[in-house]
């Protein structure tokens, strides 16, 4: 009886976490007409399967034409953004590739090296799962599974060369 009540505390909580989770992406808006990437310069909304958008506490919003330039973004926010705080941030969501819905970035898994490109060329492909990310792999020839916390600056620089080491 008490196993029983235990798991479904943790069901009703990860419904709860999930919920709030969604909650903050359903709260991200939808790049504008005329919203450009601040990384490229490249209009968002020309590129809807690949947005990514960075949605700060105060409502203000940085839009992407893909995961390549959000991670460029994030790590040199001085450059791309001055005046604006990662401790700021509300939220960072990335398109995921198969459902193309907007997911969590942190939560995102990102394959590197594919035969899929984005409109900046290689990106770093966003997937809301292990399965979906080790399918993707597969099917598209990938080289590389990241996590959030393993793309660094020079990993999407080298993708604009075409290096994915």
């Not at 080298?158 to 994915?164: A, P, Y």
Request: with cysteine; net charge neutral.
């Amino acid at each position: 009886m008490q196993r029983r009540f235990f798991l479904a505390a943790l069901f009703l909580l990860g419904l709860a976490t999930t919920a709030g989770a969604q909650q903050v992406l359903s709260g991200i808006p939808k790049p504008g007409a005329r919203d450009l990437c601040p990384v490229c310069g490249m209009l968002v909304s020309k590129y809807p399967n690949w947005a990514a958008t960075v949605l700060y506490k105060d409502g203000h919003a940085h839009h992407f034409d893909g995961a390549k330039d959000l991670f460029k973004y994030l790590q040199d926010l001085s450059k791309y953004a001055p005046g604006h705080r990662a401790e700021d941030m509300l939220s960072i969501a990335v398109t995921d590739f198969y459902n193309l819905e907007k997911i969590d970035a942190r939560q995102a898994l990102y394959v590197v090296g594919s035969d899929v490109l984005g409109p900046m060329g290689h990106e770093l492909v966003p997937l809301a799962t292990r399965t979906d990310a080790n399918d993707f792999m597969k099917d598209h020839k990938g080289k590389r599974l990241l996590s959030f916390d393993q793309v660094t600056k020079e990993i999407a620089e080298k993708l604009d060369r075409g290096k994915f080491d």
